[in-house]
């Protein structure tokens, strides 16, 4: 039943994004006793101008 | 009030989309007694490479 | 795969979220083809003074 | 430590989003005394398809 | 239409959250032109158990 | 960077979320190349009445 979603910058792969998902999952079948099949996990990417730390965009911190 | 999100894979048209959002506003009114002014749908769309369930990415699960 | 997140002041009882829980189902195995098995509903539910709209904390609306 | 997501519709300018990130990290730190650099916020942009207020979706509105 | 979700730890005033909620609300209205009555801000408060950062959880970096 | 947001049953221990917190970190370090000092968990716990699956709320599958 759990549900985990991700936020992070684009620029994964699809296999960094298959290991993750398959770690996480792992995760919580091994530490919450949750039911494999009822995980899912979501990732919501967002450009370097959609996230900001410390009040500075990503887009401003790369200059 | 309520505000309702739905991460869901991508390609659903505009008008399931339209279909869902009065579906779930209808809802929402009706049961919850919410000001259908106020109510909120928003649908997050996601990529078979971005969604997972049991540990698998949906594009793996697609071959 | 849908994935629906109610947020929504405290204060319903559980038939009402049984009811929305089911009719947000029913509206996204109708309208999105989705399998309902695969269809999760959460709530997450705030008190007066955790939501605002206008600016303005519902706990102050409700004065 | 505050994490602050933006659900918004597309089309802001990055110098929006800049301006926008400052302040709300400016707020947390003089109103919820959080420490600066543990400050994100994060912008998710939705199309007019994929936002409905009162049962309708904004692409609708529009017309 | 703005939403805004605020994420941080248990334990602000009413007082605090009045002021978050009023400032993040100009914030939109001034800098992305967002109808004030159209914003909806809501805090999800979680406990420093369910709070974690580089892996450590606060109720575990208080000590 | 990375926000991982954890949605799962109440009733979790401490020490349960301490070491999923560090495993799902581990994780974003090695698979996403991300800085641990940057890395953010947090869970969110619903109870059995604010979580549905199959248009069913989890209080009513355990009768």
């Known amino acids: ?3 985990i979603q991700v ?3 684009q620029g994964r792969t ?6 993750i998902a398959t ?3 792992d995760t919580m ?5 949750a039911r494999r099949e009822a995980i899912v996990v979501t990732f919501i990417e967002v450009s ?3 996230y900001a730390s ?3 965009l ?6």
Do not use: F
């Not at 699809?14 to 290991?19: A, E, G, L, S």
């Not at 079948?29 to 006793?33: C, I, K, L």
């Not at 990503?58 to 200059?63: E, G, L, N, Q, V």
């Open 1 to 3: 039943m759990p549900l």
């Open 7 to 9: 936020t992070m910058l």
């Open 14 to 19: 699809i296999d960094q994004k298959r290991k």
């Open 23 to 25: 770690r996480i999952t």
């Open 29 to 33: 079948v091994e530490e919450a006793g």
């Open 48 to 50: 370097k101008e959609s």
């Open 54 to 56: 410390g009040g500075e």
């Open 58 to 63: 990503m887009i401003d911190k790369a200059k």
